[in-house]
């Protein structure tokens, strides 16, 4: 491996430790509120992963729409629902260990063939640059279709949320 | 980088938001594992895109956009109905929501 593809792949291999780690701590932690930061821990590390492969408009909306509203979504969730902040011993149902395997399983399955398949595939290097401009013209030209239908579901969503939530 | 390390990558945050699915029983925690599998297709939807480049490439970002709108979606009504079985049953344990067991 020459000097020109270490930086990235160190980059690589920071980012996916910290993702993996996060990851576990955001199903295995005790404390609700914990979970939702790990998960940003988890967020932020894909959105850098977005930087790594050049498609910055994908890690830009990532931080806005999935740090800055999904995860606030989540802790009003968890407030709204009074959960004790702190730890509690009762957050996982007595299926963990059958669930434990179906996740192992399913991941040495994966890991397997997807080694096997694409084990020397090599990304671009450098990646090329996709401007947020391209990605524009290819959502309002290409799939403007798909781009209408998503409107369409965000407002269904919008909706059924409020009359779902409201008090009778 | 090669395309096999972003694919294991994602396949692992899938399984482990596969494991948080079946393993929690906190609702809001079910529904932050069902991110981590979103979030997963998303690292393999812009990698892939990246491997093959030009409309490609566009495609995959695309569609990862999409991915992140209607995970927006699915957390609004998802909380919205977690809402609802607190203010009803005063729990989220959802394994005690069996009001539709067989």
Redesign the interface.
């Known amino acids: 491996m020459n000097d020109v ?1 270490l930086a ?2 160190l980059a ?1 291999g920071i980012i ?1 430790a910290a ?2 780690i996060s ?2 701590r ?2 295995t932690t005790r404390n ?1 509120v914990h ?2 930061l790990y ?1 940003v821990v ?2 932020a590390g ?1 959105a850098a ?2 930087v ?4 910055e ?2 890690a830009v ?2 931080v806005l ?2 740090i800055g ?2 995860v606030v ?2 802790l ?3 407030m ?4 004790e902040i702190g730890r ?1 011993s ?4 007595d ?2 260990w ?3 395997i ?3 399983f ?2 040495g399955v ?2 397997f063939f ?2 096997d398949g ?8 450098p ?2 640059v ?1 401007t947020s401009g ?2 524009g013209q ?2 309002f030209t ?2 403007v279709v ?2 209408e239908v ?1 409107s369409v ?2 407002l ?3 909706v ?3 009359v ?2 409201r ?1 009778e | ?9 994602a ?10 699915v ?8 079910v ?3 069902v ?2 599998i979103l ?1 997963s297709v ?2 393999n939807l ?2 892939f ?3 093959h ?3 490609a ?6 569609f ?3 991915v ?10 998802g ?6 079985i ?2 009803n049953r005063r729990s ?4 005690e929501a069996d009001l539709m067991r067989g």
């Not at chain 1, 709204?80 to 959960?83: N, P, Q, S, V």
């Not at chain 1, 694409?118 to 290097?125: A, G, I, Y």
């Not at chain 2, 490439?57 to 695309?62: E, N, V």
């Not at chain 2, 992140?68 to 699915?74: G, P, R, S």
Request: proline content about 2%.
């Open positions: 593809d990235p792949q690589f996916a993702m993996c990851a576990i955001v199903v609700v979970a939702a998960l988890v967020l894909a992963l977005f790594l492969l050049a498609a408009f994908v909306v990532q729409v999935y509203a999904i979504l989540f009003f969730g968890i709204l629902t009074r959960a509690l009762d957050l996982d149902n299926q963990r059958l669930a434990g179906v996740a192992v399913l991941f994966l890991a997807l080694y694409v084990r020397d595939t090599k990304l671009p290097e990646p090329a996709q391209e990605v290819s959502i290409t799939y798909p781009f998503i579901l965000l269904a969503a919008l059924g949320a409020v779902i939530a008090k | 980088m090669l395309l096999v390390e972003f694919l294991l990558l396949a692992f945050l899938f399984c482990v938001g596969v494991y948080g079946l393993a929690r029983k906190n609702a809001v925690l529904l932050m594992s991110e981590l979030n998303n690292i812009v990698a895109g990246a491997m480049g030009g409309a490439g566009l495609a995959g970002q695309t990862a956009l999409f992140i709108a209607v995970a927006a979606a699915e957390v609004g009504v909380l919205a109905i977690v809402l609802l607190y203010r989220i344990d959802l394994t």
